[in-house]
């Protein structure tokens, strides 16, 4: 195995662009295997790397890591993104599925007909505006800290960063009533290792298009129509 961490996915975003920032945010190097056909698919299945039959699969310090939440904690762990304590750690965990439960509305967002992008569109905001960003920007207000957890850079911030970039694909001024938010953004995405990933040239994937939604389905053999929530 590599000594870089090496993530078997496709070429875009979906469950694995997480991982992603997570491992740019602290500051690793990773390489990528892209999956572009079945046959690679077939292989990882063949060879029992695929412990659930799925992707993301990464290959990180002699192991072979499947499921997202899993690799995620791994990572956040091993690079001090975790918090101080078992509290702290409770407390990213809930910022964490919170914020997870908001990306779920956008994550098969690419692959709706038009109609129900347009929907779902409109159920993204409304969540995002009077379910979850409230309950992130109560908490900054309240402890008037920089960060969400224990005043220290953490897994909870970068995953809140995501998704409000995320969201602010949909609506622009998604923001426009969040203050704190709107400084947090600003804060997170000026810390070093967050700034580079952010910018053009990065390993952080553009919006799913077309073709990567045809990739999936083809690798996949996705053959049904996904539905809005």
């Known amino acids: 195995m590599s000594t870089k961490p090496k993530l078997y ?27 572009e056909t079945r046959d690679q698919y077939e292989k990882l299945l063949q060879g029992g790397s695929l412990l659930f039959q799925q992707v993301p699969m990464v290959e990180i310090d002699g ?11 791994y990572i956040a762990a091993k690079y001090n993104l975790y918090g101080k304590d078992l509290k702290e750690r409770a407390l990213i965990d809930m910022y964490v599925g919170g914020t997870d439960d908001l990306m779920g509305f956008i994550l098969m967002f690419p692959f709706l007909s038009a109609e129900d992008k347009e929907k779902q569109r409109v159920l993204i ?7 979850y960003f409230p309950v992130y920007e109560k908490v900054l207000k309240d402890h008037g800290q920089d960060f969400l957890v224990g005043n220290n850079f953490s897994w909870a911030d970068v995953h809140l960063l995501e998704a409000i970039l995320m969201v602010e694909e949909k609506k622009s001024d998604v923001l426009s009533g969040f203050p704190q938010l709107q400084a947090f953004k600003a804060r997170i995405s000026s810390i070093p290792t967050i700034k580079k990933f952010l910018e053009p040239g990065s390993q952080r994937k553009p919006v799913p298009d077309d073709k990567y939604v045809e990739t999936v389905r083809r690798v996949l053999r996705m053959y049904y129509d996904v539905k809005a929530n």
Request: charged fraction near 25%; glycine fraction near 6%; aromatic fraction near 12%.
């Open 9 to 35: 996915y496709f070429n875009g975003r979906g469950k694995m662009e997480s991982i992603r920032w997570l491992l740019a945010a602290a500051g690793v190097e990773f390489e990528e295997e892209f999956l």
């Open 63 to 73: 192991m072979r890591m499947v499921q997202t939440r899993a690799i995620l904690s």
């Open 125 to 131: 905001v409304q969540k995002a505006t009077s379910r």
